[in-house]
């Protein structure tokens, strides 16, 4: 493994422990049945643990959304041509997106992370310039990536990590765009989780039938292709994966190693999670997955992490727009933690003994 990966990954330890009791006795000694806020408790130890504070903060939030071209699309796996990458990436810096609005309403300031689009932008406000490649080779006649520009792409993610630890944020949600980049995502799940191609692959941006056949058919080439590159995850991320895949899995290792939750987005956000999973399974501890996508294979790969998402609102836009909404009800289950009365210091009655 490469020094600078290993590095990293020596770097995260699991959640400790032994906050689990105390913090679970201020949540049952808040005013109100046991038990009764369901899932916003949950959510609200699971940060207070990820974050190592009995008494966290999340008032600074900020969602990434890595962007990048994939050379797959020539085979013509999406409904939209390559071009709408930087298009859409123009569309954001200029506010226009739906994770622009979403952000905004949720509070969180928004990064759009040039990873690999093949376009040359200007230097813009919210753009972050970290190009490795115009884009990934095809994965279908061969590795999508080189290992060498894999690991980089993957630490320059942890890196911008590291840059919102240092600017004091508390809360990072991960996004993306790049055209066909459903295609590599659903290949690495099939390899590192296991999962036959049919039962995962989608219609990403909304092909028909035909186009769908192809596209498994495309995967299941690559995989062929690709098999004897496959027998790490690393390996497997660079052989099938893509720029804005590999940023989003060191962000996701570079927070974890800083104990900084994450909300990873949908499906190619996920695949990030997935690789910075099995590569370092105390990674866990510090991700949240936002929503169930509505992109088909999404609540199958969820069920094998045994994730159980926030939200299931049927999205399958990508950009971040679920880890938007989603920070708003980690927000929200933190408050409850932190401000909520408890039975001792309201003087209620708690429930009888008798």
């Known amino acids: 493994m490469h020094n600078e990966l290993l590095q990293l990954l020596t770097a995260i330890h699991p959640a400790d422990p032994a906050l689990r009791a105390p913090a679970q006795a201020h949540l049952d000694d808040l005013t109100k049945p046991q038990g009764s806020l369901g899932r916003l408790e949950e959510i609200a130890l699971k940060y207070v643990l990820a ?14 959304c890595f962007a990048a071209d994939h050379g797959v699309a020539a085979e013509g796996v999406s409904a939209f041509p390559a071009e709408v990458t930087p298009q859409m990436v123009y569309n954001m810096l200029n506010g226009g997106a739906a994770i622009n609005v979403l952000s905004r309403h949720a509070g969180a300031d928004l990064a759009v992370v040039d990873m690999g689009v093949n376009h040359d932008f200007p230097d813009t406000p919210g753009l972050l310039k970290y190009k490795v490649k115009p884009g990934s080779a095809n994965m279908a006649s061969g590795p999508a990536m080189s290992e060498e520009d894999t690991l980089l792409a993957l630490l320059r993610g942890a890196s911008i990590a590291g840059d919102a630890h240092e600017a004091g944020y508390h809360l990072l949600g991960t996004g993306e765009m790049g055209i066909a980049n459903t295609t590599p995502a659903t290949a690495l799940y099939s390899v590192l989780l296991d999962v036959p191609v049919e039962s995962i692959t989608g219609r990403g941006t909304g092909i028909d039938d035909e186009r769908l056949q192809h596209k498994k058919e495309v995967i299941q080439r690559a995989l062929v292709i690709n098999a004897d590159r496959c027998t790490t995850p690393f390996e497997t991320l660079a052989a099938l994966g893509g720029y804005e895949i590999a940023a989003i899995t060191g962000f996701i290792l570079g927070a974890a190693s800083l104990k900084l939750p994450v909300v990873v987005d949908g499906f190619i956000s996920s695949a990030g999670a997935v690789v910075a999973l099995k590569l370092c399974p105390a990674v866990d501890d510090y991700l949240f997955f ?11 790969i969820m069920q094998k992490l045994g994730a159980r998402p926030i939200l299931d609102l049927d999205l399958r836009l990508g950009e971040g727009t679920g880890a938007a ?22 003087k209620i009655s708690e429930k009888s003994k008798a």
Do not use: W
């Open 51 to 64: 974050t190592g504070k009995l008494d966290p903060e999340l008032s600074k939030k900020k969602i990434c």
């Open 290 to 300: 936002s929503h169930t996508s509505n992109e088909q294979g999404h609540r199958v």
């Open 325 to 346: 909404l989603a920070m708003q009800v980690i927000e929200a289950s933190v408050k409850i933690y932190k401000e909520m009365a408890t039975f001792s210091s309201a």
